[in-house]
């Protein structure tokens, strides 16, 4: 595959009404070379937890008795969702106090998760990253063992690619200023 066609092939796979699986190996091989993503002083400011299917239905448990604490058609809808998929990252940022350090990461890390979902997409899995609000509730940061030099970014659903997914053309027409 082109790197041009993965770029405009890959989409987020917001579909989750069948049961999926993922090949381990190939989620696992991905993650190690979405490394080579460039990041300042080889600061490498990532780290992702996995929860494989067979986890998922636990953690989305605990995750909505906090998140959704008095909405059982939420927690109801959520575990649905979430165990239908083949899996799931945790995506955490390993955040520098300093200004220009702190910038420097995060442009490492999303060069990391692009990396990631391409290379994920070349394999064969789908991905949605998900950024709901309840990331910044502290006991869900505490469900996930987040330190307090890190911070929760988001999750990672992994899918399979059985469905097509149709490219929808960005807007590049004003994108580029000259000085």
Not at 26 to 45: F, M, Q, T, V, W
Not at 61 to 74: G, S, Y
Request: charged letters at 25%; glycine letters at 6%; proline letters at 3%.
């Amino acid at each position: 595959m082109e790197l041009q066609e993965a770029i405009s092939q890959r989409r987020s796979i917001k579909v989750f009404k069948r049961d999926m699986n993922i090949d381990d190996d190939a989620l696992y091989s991905a993650i190690r070379k979405a490394a080579d993503a460039p990041n300042h002083g080889h600061r490498e400011p990532w780290r992702v937890i996995h929860v494989a299917k067979d986890r998922l239905g636990n953690m989305s448990k605990q995750l909505t008795q906090i998140a959704f604490h008095d909405q059982p058609k939420k927690q109801k809808e959520h575990y649905q969702v979430v165990t239908n998929l083949g899996g799931m990252l945790i995506l955490i940022l390993k955040e520098d106090p300093n200004q220009l350090e702190g910038l420097e990461d995060h442009l490492a890390f999303g060069a990391y998760m692009q990396n990631l979902m391409l290379l994920l997409h070349e394999a064969g899995i789908g991905t949605c990253w998900k950024t709901p609000q309840y990331i910044f509730n502290e006991e869900i940061q505490a469900l996930f063992n987040i330190q307090e030099n890190e911070r929760l970014l988001g999750f990672l659903y992994l899918t399979d690619l059985e469905d097509e997914m149709n490219y929808r053309p960005r807007h590049t027409e004003n994108m580029i200023e000259t000085f």
